[in-house]
């Protein structure tokens, strides 16, 4: 069964603080891992895809990686306004996608 | 309008109620989708459209009753829910289905009581 898995579940920084989330996955023939933000009370916005291994795409102070295991994004001085929850999904085959618990990010000033 | 709209935003009914959240899409898409996303659990699938037909359902109970009568709305039927079905429930479209980047609605709030 495609499993996806998130850590930190939740995490709390410093304003400035620069820190990584973590999702790992076992899926058989991965098409794509997607990550979005999703603040209280709204949908999921999409951030971005990753199709292969050593991938890499940045969006202002988010960058995402992937590996044949796991993904990271990594958030380079973090400001109050990127406080929100994280959410990886990942697509294998012709299987919808499979979303992760999310890792809850609060920035602190 | 733009995007992905959902209505109503936030609901509360009954649980001898009957209801129905609406879902449209402004993108052009061809694959809608229906989730339900509780506290602490990851988004769940319950219904996938492609071109207005059906092509996933996840063991979804049958209180809940989607309908896709063309590629740009989605209703969701609601009746005789329990209180364990109050959640956010979201709507997104993709440009096709099992196709990559999916577009969420802001979601519509469920309280069953």
């Known amino acids: 069964e495609d499993q996806v898995t998130q850590s930190p579940e939740a995490l709390r920084l410093q304003e400035g603080e620069s820190s990584s989330l973590n999702c790992s996955y076992t899926v058989s023939g991965l098409r794509g891992l997607f990550w979005y933000r999703q603040d209280p009370g709204k949908g999921p916005e999409f951030l971005f895809t990753l199709y292969s291994a050593g991938e890499e795409k940045e969006k202002e102070r988010l960058k995402a990686t992937l590996t044949k295991k796991e993904s990271f994004l990594h958030i380079t001085a973090p400001k109050p306004e990127d406080s929100a929850t994280y959410l990886c999904?990942?697509?294998?085959?012709?299987?919808?996608?499979?979303f992760g618990k999310g890792t809850r990010l609060s920035v602190i000033a | 309008e733009t995007g992905v709209t959902q209505t109503p935003r936030h609901l509360v009914m009954g649980m001898t109620n009957k209801k129905s959240l609406k879902c449209e899409q402004h993108?052009?898409?061809?694959?809608m989708y229906w989730y339900k996303q509780s506290a602490k659990k990851p988004l769940e699938l319950m219904f996938v459209?492609?071109?207005?037909?059906?092509?996933e359902n996840n063991s979804v109970p049958s209180r809940f009753s989607p309908e896709c009568p063309n590629s740009s709305h989605l209703f969701l039927h609601l009746h005789t829910l329990q209180p364990e079905d109050s959640a956010l429930y979201l709507c997104?479209?993709?440009?096709?289905?099992?196709?990559?980047?999916?577009?969420f609605g802001p979601g519509t709030r469920l309280l069953v009581l």
């Open positions: 999904a990942v697509q294998a085959g012709n299987t919808p996608l499979v």
């Open positions: 459209y492609n071109f207005k037909e059906q092509t």
């Open positions: 993108l052009g898409h061809n694959a």
């Open positions: 997104a479209s993709a440009t096709g289905f099992m196709s990559e980047t999916q577009y």
